[in-house]
């Protein structure tokens, strides 16, 4: 059985948030921890939904593939994102683990009975609901007005801020340069370019393979503006 309380401690969506030592425990008798390796499917677009998916560690990503085959990435999804927290039959998008990823199912008519009978937790269910809604806002916000250096610096300064709560310093990219393109609506060499223009601004420098330092967070704050 999963510790649930100790696996989103210091998640930004706390489904647990405020709940008592009894009603964590009814949570936690639900839930079951899963592990998944780099590139596994969680899940996949038009299957049935029987769970409600929570990353506990790693990250994964959404993508939807269109009519004509081309693959758009949603969304990355980090500690404490969720998966399956609509009332849908079925998944309208895939999900993948971009690393060795452990997630928390909670089968869905168990989770949502709960959601009924537990005041608070269906209050967390709806504050996260609300914050979704808000990142897909921005999310189309920056699709629609921004350009190639502004979608690459909102989308690092996104990342920063999930991963450590803060945008200086070094921050792990766990995803490829193609991921971040489908995910930017752009193509992998315009994202090449633009890296290439934040390092000669001496914005951000490579320090890892998967690893970018920020040295001008202040910069790449006002171009994700």
Same mark, same amino acid.
């Given at each position: 059985?999963?510790? !649930?309380?100790?696996?989103?401690?210091?998640?930004?969506?706390?489904?647990?948030? %405020?709940?008592?030592?009894?009603?964590?425990?009814?949570? *936690?008798?639900?839930?079951?921890?899963?592990?998944?390796?780099? %590139?596994?499917?969680? +899940?996949?677009?038009? /299957?049935?939904?029987?769970?409600?998916?929570?990353? *506990?560690?790693?990250?994964?990503?959404?993508?939807?593939?269109?009519?004509?085959?081309?693959?758009?990435?949603?969304?990355?999804?980090?500690?404490?994102?969720?998966?399956?927290?609509?009332?849908?039959?079925?998944?309208?998008?895939?999900?993948?683990?971009?690393?060795?990823?452990?997630?928390?199912?909670?089968?869905?008519?168990?989770?949502?009975?709960? +959601?009924?009978?537990?005041?608070?937790? $269906?209050?967390?269910?709806?504050?996260?609901?609300? /914050?979704?809604?808000?990142?897909?806002?921005?999310?189309?916000?920056?699709?629609?007005?921004?350009?190639?250096?502004?979608?690459? +610096?909102?989308?690092?300064?996104?990342? /920063?801020?999930?991963? $450590?709560?803060?945008?200086?310093?070094?921050?792990?990219?766990? +995803?490829?340069?193609?991921?971040?393109?489908?995910?930017?609506?752009?193509?992998?060499?315009?994202?090449?370019?633009?890296? !290439?223009?934040?390092?000669?601004?001496?914005?951000?420098?490579?320090?890892?393979? %998967?690893?970018?330092?920020?040295?001008?967070?202040?910069?790449?704050?006002?171009?994700?503006?």
């Amino acid at each position: 059985m999963a510790s !649930t309380a100790q696996a989103t401690s210091s998640s930004h969506y706390n489904i647990l948030h %405020n709940l008592s030592a009894d009603e964590l425990a009814r949570v *936690d008798a639900i839930s079951k921890p899963l592990q998944f390796k780099p %590139n596994d499917y969680i +899940c996949r677009s038009g /299957a049935e939904s029987p769970y409600v998916y929570r990353i *506990d560690s790693g990250c994964a990503m959404t993508e939807r593939l269109s009519s004509n085959g081309k693959r758009h990435v949603m969304a990355f999804l980090f500690p404490g994102s969720f998966v399956g927290f609509f009332d849908w039959l079925s998944f309208d998008l895939s999900v993948k683990s971009l690393q060795q990823t452990q997630v928390t199912v909670f089968p869905r008519g168990a989770f949502f009975r709960l +959601c009924e009978e537990i005041p608070q937790l $269906k209050d967390n269910m709806d504050r996260i609901a609300k /914050a979704i809604l808000a990142s897909a806002l921005d999310y189309m916000y920056i699709l629609s007005q921004k350009n190639a250096d502004e979608r690459l +610096c909102f989308f690092l300064q996104q990342l /920063a801020l999930r991963e $450590k709560g803060s945008i200086e310093g070094e921050v792990i990219v766990p +995803c490829s340069r193609e991921d971040i393109a489908d995910h930017l609506g752009l193509s992998k060499e315009t994202i090449s370019r633009a890296m !290439t223009r934040l390092r000669v601004k001496r914005i951000i420098r490579q320090s890892k393979a %998967n690893t970018l330092q920020i040295l001008d967070p202040i910069a790449l704050a006002e171009v994700a503006r």
